[in-house]
């Protein structure tokens, strides 16, 4: 069942539900909800059902042969364990708010700060995933879930002790190519809806750049601009770029291998790139001209340029063990912050390791 969000102001406004609660003796709207979903709750023991409903269900008239459905935090599932009831954990596995693996995967439901007792916590039945539809197609969806929920579901069958996220990442990449051989569509249709966007000239330079973006995350895509309805295309750049942008972090990955070991052949690949993505920007540019619907991502292709030229000079400051002056400092971490703000409802994603090497640079003596 339900039984989520119910704020009770039609109750409070009804005459006749008012003369009903004082009738039943019933304090508040939330006592009301309960008595009703005692209701429910003899309807599905006699078909021999078992209530499972959002986590506003939990009140002192409910039995404790339900189960709470946590949606709105830990909170909520650590007291209803607390309270006798059973358990299923959805924060945190929310993966339409298009969070990279590694956020959910870390989302443990019995952490090892965990404040339950033995007793309570093998009330906690586990987790589901949750994926809501408002923003996905038959031709997106397979990105929105997969390989993600992989992840997620290695967490539920996994020890605590399990949480070394790069080996997870690596495990996930051949889960990835497996999944693909059973169907899904989560990598195929990415290149597709590139090459519709593209209006079907080269994909390279347009690849290039949304190999490094991600879907703004939570519910930001619904404040920025845009009124979605159930009949808008969702056939832009932000319904193509996936939620976890592996190339990106890779190459955040490599930067801090880089601050830490200072390995040149890690370097070289570092540099390799970022030239990469500074010449690519003339070449989108050109495909935006062929391909109107591109203009609205050419900000973040101006940044990615912007910000590889910083990390290239950065590099080569590092290797001098020099330090730029103050001004051009200045001008670095302004550009950067720039280049953190979205466009076109996507956000480019190697922001923070350029970062971490202009700092790196600034706390040299």
Do not use: C
Not at 193 to 200: F, K, P
């Amino acid at each position: 069942m339900g039984g989520d969000e119910n704020n009770g102001k039609h109750w409070s406004a009804n005459e006749s539900i008012q003369k009903f609660m004082k009738e039943k003796n019933l304090p508040d709207n939330h006592a009301l909800q309960a008595y009703f979903n005692n209701r429910i709750l003899k309807i599905l023991t006699r078909h021999g059902k078992k209530m499972i409903g959002w986590d506003e269900i939990l009140h002192p008239q409910m039995p404790t042969n339900i189960v709470i459905h946590s949606w709105r935090g830990k909170d909520a599932m650590v007291k209803a364990a607390q309270e006798g009831y059973q358990s299923i954990l959805s924060n945190g596995y929310y993966i339409d708010l298009i969070q990279p693996a590694d956020f959910h995967y870390l989302n443990d439901p019995l952490p090892f700060d965990t404040p339950l007792s033995l007793s309570e916590q093998i009330l906690i039945l586990g987790g589901e995933a949750t994926m809501w539809s408002e923003l996905v197609t038959d031709e997106n969806i397979d990105s929105r879930i997969w390989p993600r929920t992989a992840a997620i579901a290695e967490r539920f069958w996994s020890s605590r002790e399990i949480n070394d996220v790069e080996k997870m990442y690596e495990r996930l990449g051949r889960i990835s190519i497996q999944l693909e051989e059973l169907g899904l569509t989560h990598n195929k249709n990415y290149e597709m809806m590139l090459r519709r966007l593209a209006n079907y000239n080269d994909i390279n330079p347009l690849k290039t750049l949304v190999d490094l973006l991600e879907p703004v995350k939570g519910y930001k895509r619904h404040s920025q601009g845009v009124k979605y309805t159930s009949y808008s295309p969702y056939t832009r750049v932000v319904d193509a770029a996936r939620p976890d942008a592996g190339e990106a972090r890779e190459f955040r990955k490599m930067v801090d291998q880089l601050i830490v070991t200072g390995d040149k052949d890690i370097e070289r690949v570092i540099k390799d790139k970022l030239k990469t993505w500074y010449d690519n920007h003339n070449k989108l540019v050109q495909l935006i001209n062929k391909s109107p619907v591109l203009k609205e991502i050419e900000p973040l292709s101006e940044h990615l340029k912007e910000i590889s030229v910083i990390g290239l000079n950065t590099i080569e400051s590092l290797n001098r063990n020099q330090k730029v002056e103050p001004d051009k400092m200045v001008e670095y971490l302004k550009t950067i912050e720039m280049a953190k703000n979205p466009y076109g409802q996507l956000e480019l994603m190697i922001v923070s390791a350029i970062e971490k090497l202009v700092l790196k640079m600034n706390q040299m003596k």
